[in-house]
Nanobody
Framework: QVQLLESGGGLVQAGGSLRLSCAASGSAVGISTMGWDRQAPGKERELVARITRDGSSDYVDSGKGRFTISRDNAKTTVSLQMNTLKPEDTAVYYC????WGAGYWGRGTQVTVSS
């Protein structure tokens, strides 16, 4: 079982920045992809960004050029730097980790971007 602890959400004005962080419990052995999903009210959950163990990453189209995902394999942490935030980025953001082929999600952290 992997527990994920997220931090860094909050309220920010449009154009501002936030950095989300997530720490996974236990050993780094077996962890492959790490990433972030989000779910806005009334919308389906969507992938925001993910990064493989070798550092390959991809992003939701709306986040390209604004979001940067990074990870520290030794510390089993993953971060999401979000710049030039827009009101449409408002959502609950969930950290996710794949370990030994099983997926784990955090409880989520609220990001609210005011216009």
């Amino acid at each position: 079982q992997v527990q994920l602890l997220e931090s860094g959400g909050g309220l920010v004005q449009a154009g501002g920045s936030l950095r989300l962080s997530c720490a996974a419990s236990g050993s780094a052995v077996g962890i492959s992809t790490m990433g972030w999903d989000r779910q806005a009210p009334g919308k389906e959950r969507e992938l925001v960004a993910r990064i493989t163990r070798d550092g390959s990453s991809d992003y939701v189209d709306s986040g390209k050029g604004r979001f940067t995902i990074s990870r520290d394999n030794a510390k089993t942490t993953v971060s999401l730097q979000m710049n030039t935030l827009k009101p449409e980025d408002t959502a609950v953001y969930y950290c996710n980790v794949m370990k030994w082929g099983a997926g784990y999600w955090g409880r989520g952290t609220q990001v609210t971007v005011s216009s």
